[in-house]
Protein backbone atom coordinates (compact mmCIF):
# COMPACT_ATOMS: atom_id res chain seq x y z
CA UNK A 1 0.00 0.00 0.00
CA UNK A 2 1.13 3.50 -1.14
CA UNK A 3 0.01 6.75 -1.36
CA UNK A 4 1.79 9.67 -3.71
CA UNK A 5 1.05 13.48 -3.47
CA UNK A 6 0.97 15.78 -6.92
CA UNK A 7 1.27 19.51 -6.59
CA UNK A 8 -1.81 21.56 -6.67
CA UNK A 9 -2.60 24.12 -9.55
CA UNK A 10 -1.69 27.30 -8.63
CA UNK A 11 -5.39 28.81 -8.40
CA UNK A 12 -6.80 26.13 -6.35
CA UNK A 13 -4.38 26.65 -3.84
CA UNK A 14 -6.61 28.58 -1.72
CA UNK A 15 -8.58 26.39 -1.65
CA UNK A 16 -7.36 22.65 -1.32
CA UNK A 17 -5.35 21.01 1.14
CA UNK A 18 -4.09 18.14 -0.82
CA UNK A 19 -3.99 16.26 -4.28
CA UNK A 20 -2.85 12.20 -3.99
CA UNK A 21 -3.48 9.05 -5.29
CA UNK A 22 -3.61 5.61 -3.19
CA UNK A 23 -2.63 2.52 -3.96
CA UNK A 24 -3.03 -1.01 -3.02
CA UNK A 25 -1.84 -4.21 -4.94
CA UNK A 26 -2.79 -6.65 -1.89
CA UNK A 27 -6.05 -7.77 -0.12
CA UNK A 28 -6.06 -6.10 3.83
CA UNK A 29 -4.98 -8.48 6.32
CA UNK A 30 -8.35 -9.73 8.05
CA UNK A 31 -7.12 -8.27 11.45
CA UNK A 32 -6.41 -5.28 10.44
CA UNK A 33 -9.38 -2.79 11.83
CA UNK A 34 -9.28 -0.36 8.68
CA UNK A 35 -10.71 2.53 10.61
CA UNK A 36 -10.44 6.05 9.31
CA UNK A 37 -10.78 8.74 11.79
CA UNK A 38 -12.73 12.36 11.49
CA UNK A 39 -10.44 14.56 9.59
CA UNK A 40 -12.69 17.94 9.46
CA UNK A 41 -12.56 18.24 5.90
CA UNK A 42 -14.14 17.09 2.73
CA UNK A 43 -12.91 14.54 0.09
CA UNK A 44 -13.41 14.54 -3.38
CA UNK A 45 -12.75 11.18 -4.55
CA UNK A 46 -11.87 9.45 -8.13
CA UNK A 47 -11.71 5.45 -7.37
CA UNK A 48 -10.01 3.83 -10.83
CA UNK A 49 -9.85 0.68 -9.68
CA UNK A 50 -11.67 -1.67 -7.25
CA UNK A 51 -14.56 -1.09 -4.88
CA UNK A 52 -14.87 0.30 -1.30
CA UNK A 53 -17.10 -0.09 1.42
CA UNK A 54 -17.70 2.41 3.75
CA UNK A 55 -19.44 1.98 7.06
CA UNK A 56 -20.80 5.26 9.14
CA UNK A 57 -21.29 5.74 12.22
CA UNK A 58 -21.48 1.96 12.39
CA UNK A 59 -25.26 2.07 10.75
CA UNK A 60 -25.08 3.70 7.58
CA UNK A 61 -22.92 1.41 4.58
CA UNK A 62 -22.23 3.49 1.66
CA UNK A 63 -20.15 1.54 -2.00
CA UNK A 64 -18.28 3.21 -3.88
CA UNK A 65 -18.02 1.48 -7.62
CA UNK A 66 -15.44 1.31 -10.09
CA UNK A 67 -14.62 4.44 -12.32
CA UNK A 68 -16.74 6.89 -10.25
CA UNK A 69 -16.68 10.20 -8.36
CA UNK A 70 -17.78 10.59 -4.74
CA UNK A 71 -17.97 13.38 -2.12
CA UNK A 72 -16.78 12.34 1.06
CA UNK A 73 -18.43 14.77 3.57
CA UNK A 74 -17.30 15.36 7.37
CA UNK A 75 -17.29 12.90 9.69
CA UNK A 76 -18.24 12.74 12.94
CA UNK A 77 -17.02 9.15 14.01
CA UNK A 78 -15.13 6.44 12.54
CA UNK A 79 -15.88 5.33 9.06
CA UNK A 80 -14.79 1.37 8.40
CA UNK A 81 -13.51 1.41 5.01
CA UNK A 82 -13.51 -1.90 3.30
CA UNK A 83 -11.60 -2.31 -0.08
CA UNK A 84 -10.56 -5.46 -1.15
CA UNK A 85 -7.79 -6.85 -4.05
CA UNK A 86 -6.07 -4.33 -6.24
CA UNK A 87 -7.39 -0.46 -6.00
CA UNK A 88 -6.59 2.86 -7.07
CA UNK A 89 -7.88 5.96 -6.13
CA UNK A 90 -7.25 9.68 -6.82
CA UNK A 91 -7.95 12.30 -4.01
CA UNK A 92 -8.46 16.14 -3.55
CA UNK A 93 -8.92 16.97 0.03
CA UNK A 94 -10.16 20.71 0.68
CA UNK A 95 -8.98 23.50 3.17
CA UNK A 96 -12.21 23.52 6.14
CA UNK A 97 -13.45 26.80 4.89
CA UNK A 98 -13.36 26.74 1.12
CA UNK A 99 -14.93 23.31 -0.39
CA UNK A 100 -18.66 25.42 0.14
CA UNK A 101 -17.26 27.27 -3.12
CA UNK A 102 -17.52 23.91 -5.12
CA UNK A 103 -20.45 22.73 -4.29
CA UNK A 104 -24.47 23.97 -4.88
CA UNK A 105 -25.76 23.03 -1.00
CA UNK A 106 -25.30 23.60 2.01
CA UNK A 107 -22.20 21.90 3.46
CA UNK A 108 -24.25 20.42 5.98
CA UNK A 109 -25.97 18.10 3.86
CA UNK A 110 -23.02 16.25 3.31
CA UNK A 111 -22.07 15.20 7.00
CA UNK A 112 -22.04 11.70 7.70
CA UNK A 113 -22.32 10.86 3.95
CA UNK A 114 -21.08 9.83 0.52
CA UNK A 115 -22.16 11.75 -2.03
CA UNK A 116 -22.12 10.49 -5.40
CA UNK A 117 -20.82 12.36 -8.65
CA UNK A 118 -24.27 12.22 -10.56
CA UNK A 119 -25.83 14.11 -7.00
CA UNK A 120 -23.02 16.46 -7.25
CA UNK A 121 -22.70 16.96 -10.85
CA UNK A 122 -25.64 15.57 -12.91
CA UNK A 123 -24.74 13.87 -15.96
CA UNK A 124 -20.98 15.64 -15.73
CA UNK A 125 -20.20 13.60 -13.46
CA UNK A 126 -20.04 10.21 -16.04
CA UNK A 127 -18.42 11.76 -18.34
CA UNK A 128 -15.84 13.53 -16.24
CA UNK A 129 -14.98 9.71 -15.22
CA UNK A 130 -14.48 8.70 -18.90
CA UNK A 131 -12.24 11.11 -19.27
CA UNK A 132 -9.82 10.59 -16.41
CA UNK A 133 -10.36 6.93 -17.33
CA UNK A 134 -9.00 7.18 -20.93
CA UNK A 135 -5.74 9.67 -19.17
CA UNK A 136 -4.42 6.25 -17.76
CA UNK A 137 -1.71 7.93 -15.28
CA UNK A 138 -2.75 9.05 -11.47
CA UNK A 139 -0.77 12.46 -11.88
CA UNK A 140 -2.50 12.94 -15.21
CA UNK A 141 -6.00 12.14 -13.79
CA UNK A 142 -5.37 14.20 -10.67
CA UNK A 143 -4.55 17.15 -13.05
CA UNK A 144 -7.37 16.84 -14.61
CA UNK A 145 -9.59 16.27 -11.65
CA UNK A 146 -8.44 20.13 -10.49
CA UNK A 147 -9.27 21.87 -14.20
CA UNK A 148 -12.25 20.20 -13.83
CA UNK A 149 -12.84 21.28 -10.32
CA UNK A 150 -11.67 24.73 -11.12
CA UNK A 151 -14.59 24.82 -14.08
CA UNK A 152 -16.86 24.53 -10.36
CA UNK A 153 -15.40 27.67 -8.37
CA UNK A 154 -18.17 29.83 -7.30
CA UNK A 155 -18.04 33.56 -6.42
CA UNK A 156 -17.25 33.55 -2.32
CA UNK A 157 -19.20 35.05 0.63
CA UNK A 158 -18.77 38.09 2.32
CA UNK A 159 -18.31 36.01 5.49
CA UNK A 160 -15.75 33.93 3.99
CA UNK A 161 -12.71 35.50 5.51
CA UNK A 162 -14.44 35.61 8.82
CA UNK A 163 -14.62 31.92 8.56
CA UNK A 164 -11.62 31.65 7.46
CA UNK A 165 -10.21 33.52 10.81
CA UNK A 166 -12.48 31.08 12.57
CA UNK A 167 -11.37 28.32 11.09
CA UNK A 168 -7.47 29.12 11.59
CA UNK A 169 -8.20 30.67 14.94
CA UNK A 170 -9.34 26.82 16.11
CA UNK A 171 -6.25 24.94 14.55
CA UNK A 172 -3.87 27.15 16.07
CA UNK A 173 -5.45 27.04 19.10
CA UNK A 174 -5.58 22.77 18.76
CA UNK A 175 -9.68 22.83 18.93
CA UNK A 176 -9.02 24.53 22.86
CA UNK A 177 -10.94 27.96 21.96
CA UNK A 178 -13.86 28.11 24.04
CA UNK A 179 -16.42 28.29 21.05
CA UNK A 180 -18.01 31.97 23.20
CA UNK A 181 -14.25 33.45 22.71
CA UNK A 182 -14.55 32.45 19.77
CA UNK A 183 -17.37 34.13 18.97
CA UNK A 184 -16.47 37.22 20.87
CA UNK A 185 -13.01 37.23 18.47
CA UNK A 186 -15.55 37.42 14.99
CA UNK A 187 -17.91 39.78 16.72
CA UNK A 188 -20.92 37.80 15.79
CA UNK A 189 -23.27 35.68 17.86
CA UNK A 190 -22.35 32.07 18.55
CA UNK A 191 -26.12 31.21 17.48
CA UNK A 192 -24.55 33.23 14.03
CA UNK A 193 -21.29 31.59 14.32
CA UNK A 194 -22.70 28.16 14.31
CA UNK A 195 -25.08 28.97 11.33
CA UNK A 196 -22.15 30.35 9.14
CA UNK A 197 -19.98 27.21 10.32
CA UNK A 198 -22.62 24.86 8.88
CA UNK A 199 -23.15 26.01 5.97
CA UNK A 200 -19.45 26.68 4.67
CA UNK A 201 -17.71 24.40 6.99
CA UNK A 202 -20.55 21.92 7.32
CA UNK A 203 -19.95 21.43 11.08
CA UNK A 204 -20.67 22.99 14.12
CA UNK A 205 -17.53 24.93 15.00
CA UNK A 206 -17.90 23.02 18.53
CA UNK A 207 -17.84 19.84 16.56
CA UNK A 208 -14.98 21.28 14.30
CA UNK A 209 -12.89 21.92 17.39
CA UNK A 210 -13.56 18.29 18.79
CA UNK A 211 -12.11 17.28 16.08
CA UNK A 212 -9.30 19.45 15.97
CA UNK A 213 -8.49 18.67 19.44
CA UNK A 214 -8.20 14.75 18.57
CA UNK A 215 -6.16 14.87 15.56
CA UNK A 216 -3.71 16.92 17.30
CA UNK A 217 -3.93 14.13 19.93
CA UNK A 218 -3.08 11.31 17.46
CA UNK A 219 -0.40 13.73 15.91
CA UNK A 220 1.54 13.24 19.67
CA UNK A 221 4.37 10.53 19.56
CA UNK A 222 3.27 7.25 21.30
CA UNK A 223 5.20 6.43 24.72
CA UNK A 224 6.31 3.51 23.81
CA UNK A 225 5.36 0.36 21.01
CA UNK A 226 1.76 0.47 20.37
CA UNK A 227 1.10 3.10 23.37
CA UNK A 228 -1.09 5.48 22.50
CA UNK A 229 -0.70 8.97 23.27
CA UNK A 230 -1.07 10.17 27.48
CA UNK A 231 -3.79 12.84 27.92
CA UNK A 232 -3.01 16.72 27.90
CA UNK A 233 -4.28 18.10 31.02
CA UNK A 234 -4.78 21.28 28.90
CA UNK A 235 -6.54 19.24 25.74
CA UNK A 236 -9.67 16.88 28.28
CA UNK A 237 -11.02 17.77 31.89
CA UNK A 238 -9.69 14.26 33.05
CA UNK A 239 -9.10 10.64 31.91
CA UNK A 240 -12.47 9.62 31.92
CA UNK A 241 -13.11 12.75 29.60
CA UNK A 242 -10.14 11.44 27.32
CA UNK A 243 -11.45 7.88 26.97
CA UNK A 244 -15.21 9.16 25.94
CA UNK A 245 -13.64 11.12 23.30
CA UNK A 246 -11.08 8.28 22.27
CA UNK A 247 -13.81 6.14 21.87
CA UNK A 248 -16.03 8.14 20.08
CA UNK A 249 -13.68 9.13 17.10
CA UNK A 250 -11.95 5.10 16.76
CA UNK A 251 -15.02 3.28 18.35
CA UNK A 252 -12.27 1.83 19.97
CA UNK A 253 -11.23 2.58 24.00
CA UNK A 254 -7.60 3.66 23.88
CA UNK A 255 -5.96 0.44 25.10
CA UNK A 256 -8.06 -1.70 22.94
CA UNK A 257 -7.05 0.80 19.93
CA UNK A 258 -3.12 0.30 21.02
CA UNK A 259 -3.13 -3.74 20.52
CA UNK A 260 -5.23 -3.06 16.94
CA UNK A 261 -3.48 -3.54 13.59
CA UNK A 262 -4.80 -0.21 11.42
CA UNK A 263 -2.59 -0.16 8.60
CA UNK A 264 -5.07 0.12 6.35
CA UNK A 265 -6.95 2.81 8.02
CA UNK A 266 -3.57 4.52 9.61
CA UNK A 267 -2.66 5.37 5.60
CA UNK A 268 -5.81 7.16 5.02
CA UNK A 269 -5.44 9.32 8.31
CA UNK A 270 -2.11 10.40 7.01
CA UNK A 271 -3.77 11.47 3.73
CA UNK A 272 -5.75 14.11 5.92
Not at 64 to 85: C, E, F, K, N, W
Request: hydrophobic fraction near 40%; proline fraction near 7%; aromatic fraction near 12%.
Amino acid sequence: MKFQEYPILVALQPYLRKVWAFESRYDVALTDIKTVVPSGHLTLTFTVKGTYSTLVQGRDLFQTRQASLSLIGHQTGPVLLDGGGEVLTVGLSFQPFAAYRFFPFPLQETTNRLVSGEELWGAAAPRLADQLLTLGEPALMAQKLQEFLLEQLRPGRPLEEMARYAVGALLRDRGQLPIHALAQRTGYSQRHLNRLFQEMVGLAPKQFARIVRFKHLLSLPAQGPRVPPVVGSEAFYDQAHFIREFKAFTGHTPQQYAQKDNAFGALFNQLE
